[in-house]
């Protein structure tokens, strides 16, 4: 099962209810429909349900990211293994020929995707959140919220992991809600794409490189460098 969460909060302080996966049929999709789902949940040859939102030309080139809190009680073999699956899925975002480019930046420094290890585990209501916004959330083990303006253009993004994260899952989930980051917001629900697209719904967290219909969506959602 597909242990990542996607939520967002829009500009004007209100929820989206919005469906976190799109079933389709067990077969490939046209890379345009599969593009069209993970950024817009639209189903193949239908409107979107979702806003499409992404980083500014301006700011893509320059998002910062950083893990500003770790709980006292989170396990240092998981803190330790995140940091280096966020600098793996980091590369991969970075060498995808976009102007998305994404640097780690030190303590102190406010990031635009702020990361928080969170002593809890799956399935829990979450304490003390990081944000008032995610109030009242059950946790996954991994999760993202993204917040944008009027121009749904993304202006910040907040990424949690479970101190139960599956040892073995941690550069998947890690890659999978980096690029959810970006503005890639819909897993897709397929039999044909559980061992094809980080996106899917089902299955083992096992993919840790982007590929295929997935680089391809982040290549058509931002322009070239």
Known sequence: MKLGVLAFLCCLGSALAAQDYVSVPDEALEDEAFYRLVACAAEPRQGCKKPIVRWSNKDAPHLTLRIVSVSPQYPNQSHSKIHDALDHAIAQINAAGTVVQITRVPARETPDIAVHLVAQTEGEVLRSPPDPDIAGLTLPSGYVHVWWDEKTRLTRALILFSSDIPFEEIYSIALEEL?????????????????????????PNEIETLQGQ?????QRHYPAR
């Open 179 to 203: 690029l959810q980051s970006t503005g890639l917001v819909t897993d897709i629900k397929s039999d044909y794409y559980v061992d094809k697209s980080i996106f899917s719904e089902d299955g």
């Open 214 to 218: 997935d680089l391809f969506a982040l």
